[in-house]
């Protein structure tokens, strides 16, 4: 055995510094894991201070210990790699480890071991932890609104219905593949039309007649995102093709309404249609809160779809236009055929992004006066009989939403890698 | 005559479907207003508005015009942007630039900072901040100090006031250090671009702004003293900290929700940026002989940077726009002062809508303008 | 041509703007004729009333989504005189920033949401106010324990809660200042969120009028933790709005509020009301429309004036029902009648 250098840890001496280092490591883990999770403080005969910081000191000599290069142990050198290869490296690992540590038991408490499941009033929830029963009791309000209990079969029906229709493409034979597009932009957007006017709504065939006021709810945030997608989507395209159109004055124009819309924030665009737009038009004509505020948002994401697709248009390489005018396309067949497929290809996921963003920003239509999950949420924890729970509800929409969004972007990235064309 | 008849028509269609559908709204918007009995008009911006805002920047009570109170807002929504932005860039540099560490752990850790805060609404994070968070803190009574010298209560965190004497000379000698160094600077360049030497321009630049500070207060008579913030009681069980500043609770929930949300989207916009400099770049750089640091201050940063900005800006301009969310909490910000109390009391919805959309608008635009600009003069010219 | 082509464009424009100014439309309907909004009324079958997002005394539903109160009362008055049915009626929640602009846009046809009636709002919006349904003040109420008894107990630096865009803010603003008091405004917009932030000691107080004082004390936590001081510190008188420009409507709705308060100063109520219609006083017989041709002045039958007192009573009936028998306010006060000391004088149903 060579002479061990305990500043300069070598090959030489490799299963002694490593015993040593790994086991410093780890021992300053379970001291913090001790202290966090079963209040044992095993460093209580040092002074405040130092018991703090001494499983930071333990675990950066153990890390220091254990930095070898090329010791030859394969799992040494990937967590050397990963984690340790410097004094800055190691500390910032230490911290974020303990910081896990210690941030797990009271999360856990919360979420799970206190938490109170069972019941139905507020009386169950004694407990430090969270009250899902207020969830649990409120359910039914965060998911369809105010909609009457006994109809809210229609809301599961239409949902469940409009899912299956969607997913038609995909078993869709070959036969019927030239009819997609035409089926999606122009079929399944009535068959959703009908469903909503005539189903949920209601009023008509013995079905009890809903206001759009009563509506709410995550029903609310899946209609309007859907609605408004079906709307800003081609809209956003006309502006787009207009904006890189030769008439200057339909490019002005467009630049205009694309350059206004983006300008503004959602808040303001929906308070003018909630206070506004019922002045522009004629007295008798009144058009409904819903649908005034699917036409604001529509509006507002066409313009950044519009900037999407432009963006996609403006990637396409000249050629593509000259050889389409070559073949003697024209302007609309040139489009339709040959780089609108190409265009939207490449943006998927930037228009998978607009989406998204316009599902973010479903919550902001508590301006106009309709209420979807967190509109009902802020209702709910106002409740004389449930106040104090707002944290929960949050967390609860939250959880919500992160799901829905996360889910999106996931398939949004899949999606754009399974359509990546090379070109 | 060189106009051809399929140029002019859609044209044509376009430009009548416009002023058909102005029209057809400006005629229905006259019509109602009449009936109505009102008035159109902006004469409303001179008259009092009766009411006080909580937090204002500037001298501002009800005895002021509506005008004032717009300014009021407009401040009120500047200041929420500027420290917004402010918090932002910093903790979405550090979390960009984590998202390249090699540390797994790091890496990790910033990935899932990244997802988790993008996937929420940021109205909910609001909320959260707010109504759940922010109303669990203690009573000003109950406060424990911060250093001894601050308080986070539930009515505000309280921080002392900076009592300045001659301030003027302070800021004078701030200025001053912020022109030398951007003089200096420009000579660095100039003389790294004739000569090919280095100047430590990173170091001038920090001792300048040190120094000269402090020269004003050494020999300047420029004296700085707090004034610690001290409860009061208003009754049995009110109490409320007087002296020092005090920071609403909706401006820090604000606040905080804005920058820990936008930082996740300027952090993948610096991901993007680092990563969209070619490995070749760094290796080349170090063949010739460059240092790390230089590599990163000469070469890659410059290149970074260009593909960083452009969408960081348009975070900033996000942020801005965000911040009209201040009327779901009670923060008096622009939308909330002036499109929400103000259009209450005088019911003037179209002039006030108008004018705080084409604020917004203005913004939007010089920063794009702005963004423009720059983008043409560091835009790689191709051939 | 091109340089003609945009100018034509130009004079093409500005020719249909100068057409859209030069039009001057005329009113809302004729001078004598069925009310507009009544006539769309009676097609849809239904009153629709603007309410509050729940007031309890003054307009809130319950679990089921039966809505209740003196403010209620009002519309379902309006639908019982013309529909028949005072159940016909639908109602729309507002906060206190919608709730002008839904009434002048036409998504409610009346605004029955304790309005305080100001002349700014009267003139200035496009709105008439039809009447006074509850006389009220601004009051502040306190906690209990914080130990004050009076505004006089105010000192500098307290923080006040209370509602966006409502008289309350400015009535708020020059109590204070009259009295050299710096106070920190935190206003909201929905009154949930007023009360929660009083209640989690966000604000030393909250001040509204003081019905809503007593009715949102209530939804507290802890309702007897919370005291109303004994000042009032404004004139706040409630009252259902609808829009400048048809004043058949106006009338209908002044005037069914006005049948409600004649009713209790005759001694008709909802169960008498049948037999009064053969009373020896022809001032009764008229309110009840037995006698004269009241009804056609609005262009409705005669016994509306009867269908309001049987379906939905008289103003004591309402009040007591609402307000005093949920232990809100048992005291009448000013919402008396002038004969029995308060000020409620309504002109004569004749």
Known sequence: MSKINFLKPDKSNLNTFLYLGLFLFFFSILDVFLNSFFSLNLTSFLPGFLSFVFPLLLGFVGLYFIRIELSGIKQLDIFNKNINT???????????????????????????????????????????????????????????????????????????????LGCVGYFATNRFKKYLTLYYVVIYPIIAFIFIYFFISGGAFGLDWVETGAWGGLSLTFIISFFCLIFCFPIGMAFALGRRSEFPLIRYISIGFIEFWRGVPLITVLFMSAVMFPMFLPQDFFIDKLVRAIIAISLFEAAYVAEVIRGGLQALPRGQYEASKSLGMGYWKMHIFVILPQALKLVIPGIANTFLALVKDTPLIFVVGLLEIVGMLNLAKTNPKWLGFAMEGYVFAAIIFWIICYAMSKYSYNLEQKYKTDR | MNFKLKDIVPQLITVLA????????????????????????????????????QFSLIEYDGSHSYFRAYLVGLLNTILVSVIGIILATILGVIVGVSRLSPNYLINKFAAFYVEFFRNIPLLLQIFFWYFAALRALPLPQDAEPIFGISFLTIKGLFVPAFIWENFNIFFYSVVAAIISIIVIRIHAKKVQESHGKQMPVLLISIGLILILPLLSFLIGGVKLSFEVPVLKQLATTSFIYEGGVSLPPELIALTLSLSLYTATFIAECVRAGIQGVGKGQKEAAASIGLTPNQVLKLVIMPQALRIIIPPT??????????????????????????????????????????????????????????????????????? | MFKHTKKLFAFLAALSLLFVYACEPGGNQGSKGKSKTLKQTQKKGFVRCGVSQGLPGFSNADAAGNWTGVDVDVCRAVAAAVLGDASKVKYTPLSAKERFTALTSGEIDILSRNTTWTLSRDADIGLTFVGVNFYDGQGFMVRKNSGMTSVNDFKNGISAC?????????????????????????????????????DSGRCDTYTTDKSGLAAQRTKMSNPDDHIVLPETISKEPLGPVVRQGDSVWEDIVRWSLNVMIEAEEYGV???????????????????????????????????WSLRIIKQVGNYGESYKRNIADTGILPDRGPNQLWTKGGILYVPPAR
């Open chain 1, 86 to 164: 410097n004094n800055f490296n190691a500390i910032l690992s230490l911290v974020i480890i303990f910081v896990i540590i210690k941030s797990t038991p009271p999360l856990l408490s919360w979420f799970v071991i206190d938490a109170s499941f069972a019941g139905d009033t507020k009386d169950v929830c004694t407990g430090s932890g969270a009250c899902w029963t207020y969830i649990k009791v409120w359910i039914r309000r965060f998911m369809y609104g105010m909609y009457p209990n006994a109809e809210q079969w229609r809301i599961n029906l239409s949902f469940i219905a409009l899912a299956a």
């Open chain 2, 18 to 53: 416009v002023v058909i559908i102005f029209g057809f709204f400006t005629y229905n918007a006259q019509v109602n207003m009449d009936s109505r009995g009102i008035d159109f008009g902006y004469g409303f911006l001179s008259q009092e508005s009766s009411f006080d805002v």
């Open chain 2, 313 to 383: 800006t348009n975070q900033y301009l996000n942020l801005t726009k965000n911040s009209s969310l201040a009327a779901a909490i009670a923060y008096p910000d622009l939308v909330l002062v002036f499109a929400g109390t103000a259009l209450m009391q005088t019911g003037k919805a179209i002039e006030i809508v108008s004018i705080t959309m084409l604020t917004y608008l203005s913004l939007s635009v010089s920063i794009s303008i702005l963004m423009n600009w720059y983008n043409k003069k560091i835009a790689i010219q191709e051939k």
């Open chain 3, 162 to 198: 209370t509602n966006i865009g409502t008289t309350t803010e400015l009535n708020m603003r020059d109590f204070f200042n009259s009295r050299g008091i710096s106070y920190e405004p935190v206003a909201f917009e929905k009154a949930d969120e007023v009360v929660a932030a009083y």
């Open chain 3, 269 to 303: 109520n909802s169960s008498n009301a049948d037999s009064m219609t053969s009373s020896e006083n022809p001032a009764i017989k008229r309110l009840v429309g037995a006698e004269g041709e009241l009804g056609a002045a609005f262009g409705l039958d005669n016994e």
